[in-house]
């Protein structure tokens, strides 16, 4: 059986990214509803959250709306790909402070 709200997702998620083949929906069941985790093309990132995270915002309120419809509790996370802008960061700042330490 399709659930029709990861058919959904998955639907207009594809159409927003360049790398459609590369969008992976995981669908986990607590006892606080339903979570969408999200994995996209590292370079398809930037179109999936949109400016100040509008487009993942919006995305996260059609998705609780066609939840409610089917009755489900539904969230979104959208996962950091491998090598993302903020492991990047990440790693930079932990060789900054080695750096530091090592100073003192």
Do not use: W
């Given at each position: 059986?399709?659930?029709?709200?990861?058919?959904?997702?998955?639907?207009?998620?594809?159409?927003?990214?360049?790398?459609?083949?590369?969008?992976?929906?995981?669908?986990?069941?607590?006892?606080?509803?339903?979570?969408?985790?999200?994995?996209?093309?590292?370079?398809?990132?930037?179109?999936?959250?949109g400016k100040k995270g509008a487009?993942a915002n919006s995305i996260r309120?059609?998705?609780?709306?066609?939840?409610?419809?089917?009755?489900?509790?539904?969230?979104?996370?959208?996962?950091?790909?491998?090598?993302?802008?903020?492991?990047?960061?990440?790693?930079?700042?932990?060789?900054?402070?080695?750096?530091?330490?090592?100073?003192m």
């Amino acid at each position: 059986m399709n659930d029709p709200v990861v058919a959904f997702l998955e639907t207009t998620i594809k159409a927003l990214v360049d790398n459609p083949n590369d969008v992976k929906i995981n669908k986990t069941i607590d006892e606080m509803g339903v979570l969408m985790t999200i994995d996209v093309n590292g370079e398809d990132m930037g179109k999936l959250i949109g400016k100040k995270g509008a487009t993942a915002n919006s995305i996260r309120t059609l998705l609780r709306t066609v939840g409610m419809k089917h009755n489900q509790r539904v969230n979104m996370k959208i996962s950091e790909p491998a090598g993302g802008r903020r492991s990047v960061e990440s790693a930079d700042m932990d060789a900054a402070i080695a750096d530091l330490k090592s100073d003192m």
